[in-house]
């Protein structure tokens, strides 16, 4: 809701990247998987090309709307090893917040670290073609995308789709060019045409000024004109017929005002819903609290789901988890969501608020380290995370339905005793290209690594892990790659090595 106090507390810190378990599609089934191509919409489930149901079970990755016009993190970490992270932890969908800024001839981003060769493939572009590599990778990966249009400018959130500065023109004919943008792309699966219209924005007033159902309706079509598969997502506003709630978040004015597109089965209406750590709300005070809560969503925008109208997809639900109340209400949330054990893909869609730890009144699910998992808050939603979609192949982590293989040899090139210098070659020893790469050995004695070129690397005890640096983790069927590394003291017997793919 009140983005002012969700804003960006842009701390700093390099991390190493750590492993983390898989939850996604096997080789096996992901041939069999939903989410082939554009998607569309049938009552209240999404529908993939083949007509398989799916669920958008994702994460938010804010920072493009800022003033970095970048996502953000990309500070401490390469864009690559965190959307590998979010497909390990079992998010199937990325929404990317945006604003109108991007689009302005000479806007560039900033706090990338370009540093032992993380984000090197951004180095020279603009914020759209970061845009570009980010979608690209994720689609790699088996993650989907969805852009949310989150304010006119870099400056902040907006009531109304337009103001003074970007007029109802500028908002309409920047979704266009995205829409053309990633046309035949599907990873892009829609775009959120508006986040959080609140007053004065109304719902079926008829004031074409105000009216964000009107809006919604001309900006949708005028996307689909371009590129009639993508889903529009359309976001409640503040307050309906004198009952006010969340900003984005009120969708009671779609039973009698439905928004109706030229292009059938395209609408998916997305409400927000917040916690005490956002602002208060009076259902949080009612005595009945939290069991009176699953009423509360029916009347703002659970109904629409329940009577088959269209998807509802909850686009934005976060809390720091602070108090007892937003843990009740994270909890009682997560239940109306309904868990996929149970009712798979008939269910509400989502996006949880969000990726970065920098949010100020919620957090995320990383933790200000932009490395470690906030675990308790992470599992809240376990229940209902969804299956992975298939992807191209060449992502990272264990993505992609390839089956990669690698081998190592390990080379001292020099030995003068007090030190040593070694090279290791990784070659691909399967049919499908890598995309990382990750070497393991364990020394006989006290050696220890002092420098490491084209690799980084960790040492536990005797133990070295090493893992492709940006430009080399990518190594075609039968090729192969080099780095090298200065250790002390010298003498020690050569190690038998270890190469795992990816």
Known sequence: MFRSLRRALCAVAVALVLPLAGAGVTTADAAEAPGAGYWHTSGRQILDATGQPVRIAGINWFGFETGNHVVHGLWSRDYRSMIDQMRSLGYNTIRLPYSDDIFTPGTVPNSIDFSGGKNADLQGLDSLQVMDKIVAYAGQDGLKVILDRHRPDSGGQS????TA??????WIADLKALAAR?????TVIGIDLHNEPHDPACWGCGDAATDWRLAAQRAGNAVLSVNSGLLIFVEGVQTYNGVSGWWGGNLMGVGQYPVQLDVANRVVYSAHDYATSVAQQPWFGDPSFPANMPGVWDKYWGYIFQQNIAPVWVGEFGTTLASATDQKWLSALVGYLRPTSTYGADSFQWTFWSWNPNSGDTGGILKDDWQTVDTVKDGYLTSVKAPL??????GGGDGGGSTAACSAAYTVSSDWGSGFNADVKVTNTGTTPLTSWKVTWTFSGPQKVASMW????????STVTATNAAHNGAVAAGGSTNFGFGAAPGGGAVPSVSCTAG
């Open 159 to 162: 009531a109304l789709w337009y």
């Open 165 to 170: 500065a970007v007029p109802e023109s500028t």
């Open 182 to 186: 990633y046309r035949g792309q599907d």
């Open 389 to 394: 979609f298939p992807g191209t192949g060449t």
């Open 454 to 461: 084209n690799a980084s690397y960790t040492q536990t005890g």
